[in-house]
């Protein structure tokens, strides 16, 4: 069965570090784009950008370009979004996916379940 | 970036009813959207692909259809586990972007 299963939920305070992760199984780890998604109460979800686990390409949405980092480990078939300074408006549901075909862009056939972030003081 | 518009924001809905949700992006996609449906506190699961094409196991009440700009996901014959939001989504180019979303609910 394709599976990508989540970190779960994190509190932090504004200005902390924090990486999610998000581990691949049932299919070849390499050959699909992992893409992050974040939700924020209330609102549809919004792209934050994707990368190819083979080369560590990557490419980010605008509103997330210098706010996030990307990353993979091969070895175990993980990706990961990381924040070096979060603020309370990066709480928000955070899912990834992976792209339906191999190659770029493309619809999320699979989803993670998800992983909820709450920034407070 | 393209803008994806959905309409009705919220429907309401009767099991046995055939609904219609659209999605009208703001330049041509020809036929790179996709649709999800997503239900509360879960992660949103993929229905359609390349507008019209209906992924493996998914009840082919659901059916999605058109091209460039304007498209459309109906519900025939709505059923209790139907009753969720519904996002489009295109998938021709960066940055990816969804649909504000349609809610259906019982009436």
């Known amino acids: 069965e394709v599976q990508l299963v989540q970190s779960g939920t994190e509190m932090k305070k504004p200005g902390e570090s924090l990486t999610l992760s998000c581990k691949a199984s049932?299919?070849?780890?390499?050959?699909?784009?992992i893409v992050w998604v974040r939700q924020m109460p209330g609102r549809g979800p919004e792209w934050m950008g994707a990368?190819?686990?083979?080369?560590?390409?990557?490419r980010y949405s605008p509103s997330f370009q210098g706010q996030v980092t990307f990353s993979v480990d091969k070895s175990i078939n993980t990706a990961y979004l990381h924040w070096s300074s979060l603020k309370t408006s990066d709480s928000a549901m955070y899912f990834c996916?992976?792209?339906?075909?191999?190659?770029?862009?493309?619809?999320?056939?699979?989803w993670g379940q998800g992983s909820t972030v709450i920034v407070s003081s | 970036d393209i803008q994806m518009t959905q309409s009705p924001v919220m429907l309401s809905a009767s099991v046995g009813d055939s609904v219609t949700i659209s999605c009208q992006a703001s330049?041509?996609?020809?036929?790179?959207l996709a649709w999800y449906q997503q239900k509360p506190g879960k992660a949103p699961k993929f229905l359609i692909f390349?507008?019209?094409g209906l992924v493996d196991g998914v009840p082919s009440r659901f059916s999605g259809s058109g091209s460039g700009t304007e498209f459309t996901l109906t519900i025939s014959d709505v059923q209790p586990d139907d009753f969720a939001t519904y996002y489009c989504?295109?998938?021709?180019?960066?940055?990816?972007?969804f649909g504000q979303g349609t809610k259906v609910e019982v009436k």
């Open positions: 989504q295109q998938h021709l180019s960066y940055p990816l972007t």
């Open positions: 996916a992976k792209y339906k075909r191999v190659g770029h862009p493309d619809a999320f056939d699979i």
């Open positions: 049932g299919y070849i780890f390499t050959t699909r784009w």
């Open positions: 330049q041509n996609i020809d036929k790179y």
């Open positions: 990368i190819y686990p083979d080369d560590s390409d990557t």
């Open positions: 390349k507008a019209s």
